[in-house]
Each structure stands twice: as C-alpha cells, then as structure tokens.
C-alpha cells in the first residue's frame, strides 16, 4: 500500500539502532542533540550534541567518527550528592568517538537482521555533574530487527555493555563502571515517507563492576521523515521508573541522581 523502503542506515529511532549499514562507498553526515532535564529540586539541564561523519567500506560494514559536545546548567541544589554545585556552562568539546558496525544478517533477505556495533570512546566533561575528566568507555551492541508488510512496520532490540573508566581532573579521583542498556523501538510508516513509533529504554549501572546500584525505565514516542536525500527523527523519552529514589525530592519512584525525568533527542541526516 505504501512502496516507499526505508533508505539504508536510516535511523528510524532516536536511541534504538537498527540494523541497515551504508553500501559501499557511501556517505552520510548527522547531527543529533539530545536535551537531559530535571533532577527533582532546583535547576538542572543538559544538552549533548553529536556530529557524526558515516562512511561504507563494504555492503555490510561501516565505521563512523563522533565529535562531541556537551553544555550544562546547574543550580538550586539539583545534585543530591553536590548540593551546593552551580555551574553554566555553554556548549563545548566533550572529545570524540569511533563507531565499528557489521551487519551479519540482512533484515531485507534474511528472516531476521542482526548486526555488531562495537565504539570506542573519550569524553572530557562529565555527564551528571559537568566535571572536567578523562573519561574512556568501550560499548558493544548487538542489534536484531525484524520487518514486516513489506517494510511497513519495523521492530528492533538492542543489548548495549559498556565499561567505563574515568579520571577527574580537580580531584585526581579514579572511577570504574559498567553500564548495561536494553533498548527496544516499534515504528510504523503511516504515509509515504512518515514513520511514528514508540522507544523503550533500561539502563543500568554497575560501579566498580559489582553489583547494581541503580537503574532507570524510559518510554516515549517519536516521529521519523525520510526524504530522498536526508532525514530526520525526533524521540520523547520521560523516565517512568526508576532506582534508588532520593529523599526529600519530589522523585516519584525515579531515578533522578544518575538519570534525568525528561530527555529529547533530534537527530537529522544528509546523505551525499
């Protein structure tokens, strides 16, 4: 009823990768924005920007370089464990990324895609408390999606581990954690061209590689448009439960001190 395929590598959700990879030869450019607010008491909001360059060696890999941004506000008491933090901060270098994606199994020929994402990473600002770091993180995904009515509807997981090991500079304090995610993303092309769908999202954190200390559930809608040569999606994703709650803060069963109540994200692509 709607002919119209989903482009390769086209990110049909904010958080949730799928598992298309660029053709050979191919190149794309995205900038994506995520917007992190809302801690329970005072003032607390982030913006983390990402510039990516997407290049295909092959049908079924690809490799891509971030650059990131970072730029924070921070008053009123809005960190539990820094109460007296404030900090405005405008937009700054945040360090860079490297992204590895194979695609083992193809979503359009096989019964079910699958792809590998491995990304090793450097950060300088850190994510919570915007403090100067040398933060370094290796995260691997594996990805499956799965499509149906000739591309119409489209469903995909991703199982995401991620060690981290962070350095402050003020301090000299010496951090490790492991962070897992699961993400699952439905979309559902409604006219030619539009997709809209719906994202979920656990992450978890483990700090010194031990045992769980807090967790976080995520669930919002979005909106995806493809046209001939770009694209672009926009995702919703308030948190609605979360672990450990903090008291004296109007939490409402959140997890407000590693995570946010409110995050959006923008992302937009140009294909060339």
């Known amino acids: 009823?709607?002919?119209?395929?989903?482009?390769?590598?086209?990110?049909?959700?904010?958080?949730?990768?799928?598992?298309?990879?660029?053709?050979?030869?191919?190149?794309?450019?995205?900038?994506?924005?995520?917007?992190?607010?809302?801690?329970?008491?005072?003032?607390?909001?982030?913006?983390?920007?990402?510039?990516?360059?997407?290049?295909g060696f092959t049908d079924r890999f690809q490799t891509s370089l971030y650059l990131k941004g970072r730029s924070q506000q921070i008053s009123g008491g809005a960190l539990a464990e820094d109460p007296e933090r404030k900090l405005h901060r405008g937009l700054e270098f945040n360090g860079v990324n490297l992204e590895f994606k194979y695609n083992v199994l193809s979503?359009?020929?096989?019964?079910?895609?699958?792809?590998?994402?491995?990304e090793p990473e450097y950060s300088r600002i850190d994510r919570v408390s915007g403090e100067r770091m040398n933060g370094f993180g290796l995260e691997s995904k594996l990805i499956l999606q799965k499509n149906f009515f000739?591309?119409?509807?489209?469903?995909?997981?991703?199982?995401?581990?991620?060690?981290?090991?962070?350095?402050?500079?003020?301090?000299?304090?010496?951090?490790?954690?492991?962070?897992?995610?699961?993400?699952i993303g439905?979309?559902?092309?409604?006219?030619?061209?539009?997709?809209?769908?719906?994202?979920?999202?656990?992450?978890?954190?483990?700090?010194?590689?031990?045992?769980?200390?807090?967790?976080?559930f995520f669930f919002g809608p979005n909106i995806h448009y493809a046209a001939e040569r770009w694209?672009?999606?926009?995702?919703?994703?308030?948190?609605?439960?979360?672990?450990?709650?903090?008291?004296?803060?109007?939490?409402?069963g959140l997890n407000l001190g590693e995570y946010e109540r409110y995050e959006y994200r923008f992302k937009i692509g140009f294909d060339f």
């Open 1 to 55: 009823f709607f002919p119209t395929r989903v482009f390769a590598d086209e990110n049909l959700w904010g958080y949730v990768y799928g598992t298309d990879t660029l053709p050979a030869g191919a190149k794309e450019i995205y900038l994506w924005t995520t917007s992190r607010n809302q801690k329970g008491k005072g003032n607390y909001r982030a913006w983390d920007t990402q510039l990516e360059f997407e290049h």
């Open 107 to 118: 979503v359009y020929k096989d019964l079910l895609g699958l792809s590998l994402y491995i």
């Open 150 to 183: 000739d591309d119409q509807f489209a469903l995909a997981y991703n199982f995401s581990v991620e060690p981290e090991w962070n350095k402050f500079k003020a301090s000299g304090e010496r951090e490790k954690e492991l962070e897992i995610e699961h993400t």
């Open 186 to 216: 439905i979309s559902y092309r409604f006219l030619p061209r539009w997709f809209a769908g719906v994202e979920g999202r656990y992450a978890s954190e483990y700090p010194e590689f031990k045992n769980r200390e807090g967790y976080a």
């Open 231 to 252: 694209w672009f999606t926009f995702t919703f994703l308030p948190q609605i439960s979360g672990s450990p709650r903090i008291a004296g803060r109007s939490s409402n």
